[in-house]
């Protein structure tokens, strides 16, 4: 069976590069969401494996970090694994501060680690 991602907050560009990167590696299916709403409303339709969070939304430019918060502060939520898209390891350690599993960001996304984080990650 599938996996499901979640990708929230990325532009265009870069959301056809993380579904390419994404479905050539793993057997998932990607969903995505402009915003938290519209992430939350997502999580609570069906299960999601896997939540990636663009730093800052490409829809409103506001913190992608507040999203994790909010899964991870929602009882039905939390255990959802999450992982921010960020280049910058000060933003990547304040995800995981929040309980996101340590994310990527998009120049990272080929690299030998990033693929392991994620197998980790969607084989649970």
């Known amino acids: 069976m599938k996996k499901r991602v979640l990708s929230v907050g990325q532009c265009v560009p870069d959301q ?7 479905t050539r ?4 299916e990607v969903l995505t969401a402009d915003k938290g709403d519209d992430a939350l409303a997502a999580l609570r339709r069906g299960p999601i ?3 990636l969070v ?16 909010q899964i991870k502060a929602d009882a039905e939520l939390k255990a959802t694994p999450c992982m921010l898209v960020s280049n910058y390891a000060e933003h990547q350690d304040a995800a995981v501060a929040a ?6 960001g998009k120049a990272e996304m080929e690299k030998a680690e990033t693929q392991k984080r994620l197998k980790l990650a969607l084989e649970v």
């Open 54 to 69: 663009n730093r800052k939304l490409d829809c409103d430019y506001s913190d992608g970090l507040e999203i994790i918060r």
């Open 16 to 22: 056809t590069a993380i579904t390419r990167m994404l």
């Open 25 to 28: 590696h793993f057997d998932v």
């Open 49 to 51: 494996d896997l939540v």
């Open 99 to 104: 309980g996101a599993e340590h994310g990527f």
